[in-house]
């Protein structure tokens, strides 16, 4: 069974994700979560957690804030996925306002229609990422994959939300310790998604609570306008830390749109998540139950490689040890069967021992009744070509000599006709004779005869093998 272990930091706490399972199908078993007090020291803390949580993965996936990318929408003329890549990397170049080289990306198709895909190009300073990766390095783990935390929160709304009546496309507002995830989601896609640096610390302290977060969706409503014209969000999901049920309902009339407050652990029944430091379990176990396939993926080009690489060599070692095991099932399987043939094979000699000498007087039998069978089968075939020439053989036609050489499977016939009409004609008569393979003249020779002109032929009937 296939362990995964995402990792995910704000400024004020580090989490951790445990998933078991096969295939697509993950479940989240455990989620860690310590505070973060000194950020540079992230590495340090991560492997006291990793510690303390006898955590050993085969899989580590990490969490980019969504804060820390920018994000594109683009329409190609294309829905061709190399295609799209290819233009997208036309844009990268030409657009971003980081150096290609100096950026990290990745893109995901909002929709598509007649021929056109409306894409989100997501980039990323390299920087940022690898400062991710010498965090998860310098805590010993060898990771996978980077992917986005708005990719978290799609994949909670997929196991706690998407299950019950909500009208679509939905905006899912996860409220974490030190930031807050807007997310819309429509079809099992997201079409848009805001990160913002104030989380239930800086909600929990304001007096104006609601006003704040709905400005802050109506930042995001607008911004879906703007950029899918067709796609406007027609309801909320709630969900995180803080009084949910208390802000949904004042929320709702400050939007005017149906607000539903969804705790977070109800999509990770029978897991285990911490009370204390307080976080929203939305993102990192989110990633953990999402198939890695659907994930947006900020892993630099290195790293790919190299992920490729050790899933080819992972590959390479199952099928040699599947090998070897056939080898060697196949081997304990042949010692048995060759013991087995050696004991029948005993038991053969022993019976053909007993049954030799009636076995040599049969085959001298059946010898002798396939000789005489053979001389019968050729007699009878010679009788029938014999009488098949004789009914063929039309009045102009005189026969004067008929040989049978039996090794080349001929018939010699030697006569003479009225004329050379009469030859040909009769040559014809005989190659529609059942069993005769072709009719060749081998000679006609026009002479004179007191009862008048006649001429002689010899005709070579090649009969068809039996």
């Known amino acids: 069974m296939a362990t995964r272990l995402v990792v995910e930091w704000t400024r004020l706490t ?3 994700a445990v998933a078991e399972g096969s295939g697509g199908r993950l479940r989240v078993r455990a989620i860690h979560a310590q505070m973060n007090r000194a950020p540079e020291e992230a590495a340090e803390s991560l492997r006291r957690l990793l510690q303390a949580a006898k955590i050993t993965a085969a899989e580590v996936i990490g969490v980019v804030s969504r804060e820390q990318v ?13 295609e799209l890549a290819q233009m997208v990397e036309l844009y990268a170049k030409a657009q971003l306002p980081y150096p290609r080289e100096q950026t990290v990306m990745d893109f995901h198709v909002l ?26 390095q310098g805590a010993g783990l060898t990771v996978n994959l980077l992917t986005l935390s708005s990719w978290g929160a799609l994949g909670w709304y997929r196991h706690a939300v998407k299950a019950s009546p909500v009208s679509e496309p939905c905006l899912v507002l996860n409220v974490d310790d030190a930031r807050t995830d807007l997310v819309l989601v429509a079809d099992g896609r997201i079409l848009s998604s805001r990160s913002i640096g104030q989380g239930m610390i800086d909600w929990g302290a304001a007096a104006d609570t609601i006003e704040l977060l709905a400005l802050e969706i109506e930042r995001s409503r607008a911004s879906v306008r703007k950029e899918l014209p ?24 400050r939007l005017g749109l149906p607000v539903t407050a969804v705790e977070a652990k109800q999509a990770f029944k029978g897991c285990m998540i911490p009370t204390s430091p307080p976080v929203s379990p939305v993102v990192v176990g989110g990633v953990a139950a999402s198939d890695v396939r659907s994930l947006l993926n900020l892993s630099p080009t290195d790293m790919r490689v190299q992920v490729r690489h050790r899933k080819q060599v992972q590959e390479l070692v199952t099928v040699g040890f599947l090998l070897l095991s056939v080898l060697a099932l196949g081997s304990w399987l042949l010692s048995l069967r060759v013991g087995r043939q050696h004991r029948q094979a005993a038991q053969l000699a022993a019976v ?4 030799q000498p009636t076995a040599k ?7 002798s009744q396939q000789l005489v069978a ?15 020439v004789f009914a063929s053989t039309p009045d102009a036609v005189s026969l004067e000599a008929l040989t049978f050489e039996r090794s080349r499977g001929e018939l010699v016939v030697r006569g003479n006709a009225v004329t050379t009409v009469d030859v040909l004609a009769y040559i014809k008569q005989l190659e529609q004779i059942e069993g005769v393979e072709g009719v060749r003249l081998r000679y006609s020779t026009r002479r004179s005869t007191p009862s008048g002109d006649r001429t002689d032929f010899e005709l070579v009937v090649t009969q068809r093998h039996a």
């Open 230 to 253: 067709d796609a406007d969000m027609r309801s909320v999901t709630l969900t995180g830390q803080g009084p949910l049920a208390q802000w949904s309902g004042p929320l709702s009339q």
């Open 352 to 355: 053909l021992e007993e049954i």
């Open 14 to 16: 580090l989490r951790l």
């Open 111 to 136: 929709e598509r229609d007649d021929g056109f895909s409306t894409v989100a190009v997501v980039a990323c300073q390299r920087e940022v990422i690898d400062r991710h990766v010498a965090v998860l």
């Open 361 to 367: 007087d049969i085959q001298e039998k059946n010898r």
């Open 70 to 82: 920018i994000t594109r929408v683009v329409k190609f003329p294309a829905v061709d996925p190399s």
């Open 374 to 388: 053979g001389i019968l089968e050729h007699r009878e075939r010679l009788g029938r070509a014999l009488a098949d």
